[in-house]
């Protein structure tokens, strides 16, 4: 039989003792069978394969909640470095389980107590999710007011942008990426003439205009960035008409020389069945263009 464990067994029936719940320790079947030979003096006991005692602790940090964190331990018979591993929870991102983990007591001195070890690596555990998971709360609370009070002070706007030409694909590329950063939804239209409608708040739609123009178009001469603002108009959620941000040049068949004239009546047709062909109106008006 190998040397006395009884400092090790001692140790896991303090756990169990801690924890006497099942769905609070879960035993690994191996360790549940040798501790079990142990007990009834079974000869199998000093022959049955058993490195370690291992059990999983399902840590409560938040009861109201019952908010786990998975801590993972285990006891060698044959020495006393006792190993305590949390689990990613999904509550906490890899990066600061990483981190949490880096700040985790190690290992403990050899002059020290196995058992201060490990209780005190559970405390540690326990304290520090729940200080983790008090700062997500805050910062989520904090991001949460945030956006309440940039909505309250957003301007829902529709605005309308008119091109004497647009055929560039990469061009047009970009206007529809551009406009996921800056949250904003509607078209853009190839042709000659071009079209871009932008649904969003207003100061973000300004600000999409500025990047495309020094970014996307910073290698077109600044004579050909010829963009006019056609139509702005006010509007509440109710009146979006718009769920994403697209290229419809293939909706629209072409025409001319080169092809790079859309069937404007078929472009009126689109507007009137997306709800804003008053406001195509508007802009064709204002540009001299017909849709006949």
Known sequence: MRHDVQEQVDLFECLRAMYPLTSELEVSEQTALWLSDRESGAASASSRACDSLDALINLEIES???LLIHVGISIPLNHSAVTVLPRQPEWMTRSS???FLLAMPKSRPDNSDMSEHLLGSVDWIRSHALEYRTEQKSKTFAEAEDKQTNNAFRR????????????????????????????LK???????????CLEGDGSKVDK????????????????????TERLRKPLVDSQRRFADM??????????????H???????????????????FGSVVMSSGASTS
């Open 64 to 66: 109201d909640l019952t």
């Open 246 to 259: 697209k290229d419809i040049a293939h909706l629209v068949p072409q025409y001319g020389q080169y092809n």
């Open 97 to 99: 389980f990483d981190s």
């Open 261 to 279: 004239r859309g069937e404007m009546s078929e472009v009126k047709r689109l507007m009137d069945q997306w709800g804003v062909g008053e406001d």
């Open 186 to 196: 509607g078209f853009v239209l190839a042709g000659k003439p071009g079209l871009l």
């Open 156 to 183: 829902l706007e529709r605005v309308w942008f008119w091109f004497p030409s647009l055929s560039s694909k990469e061009k047009r590329r970009d206007l529809v990426d551009y406009a996921a950063e800056y949250d």
């Open 208 to 227: 999409y205009m500025s990047a495309v123009k020094s970014e996307s178009w910073s290698d077109i001469p600044s004579y050909q960035k010829k963009v």
